[in-house]
């Protein structure tokens, strides 16, 4: 069984920032693309930013030049720094990984979710 476990949101002040981690565990053989989604109140879950098992990085918009993402293939671990916080930025934020827990021909990567973490930027 596999898990994503989100760490590092809580309350921050606009202009403030914070880092976001996510660790997969569990039987894990290969993990491919890693991401970061936000869902605010209200609204969709959209993409905030993903990278490749092989370090190339793609960013929403709204959140380029601010939001920085990362990972560690050796922990299994993506994170996402977030500087220049603003009050849009609001939202749980969803750790996603795809991964594979067999060696398959072909190889297999299903999509898993964490359970989310709570970023609230306000004065």
């Known amino acids: 069984q596999v898990q994503l476990v989100e760490s590092g949101g809580g309350l921050v002040q606009p202009g403030g920032s914070l880092r976001l981690s996510c660790l997969a565990s569990g039987s894990i053989f290969s993990i491919n693309a890693m991401g970061w989604y936000r869902q605010a109140p209200g609204k969709q879950r959209e993409l905030v930013a993903v990278i490749t098992n092989g370090g190339m990085t793609s960013f929403a918009d709204s959140v380029k030049g601010r939001f920085t993402i990362s990972r560690d293939n050796t922990k299994n671990t993506v994170y996402l720094q977030m500087n220049r916080l603003q009050p849009e930025d609001t939202a749980v934020y969803y750790c996603?990984?795809?991964?594979?827990?067999?060696?398959?021909?072909?190889?297999?990567?299903?999509?898993?979710w964490g359970q989310g973490t709570q970023v609230t930027v306000s004065s």
């Open positions: 996603n990984a795809g991964i594979a827990v067999r060696a398959t021909l072909p190889l297999i990567h299903l999509h898993y």
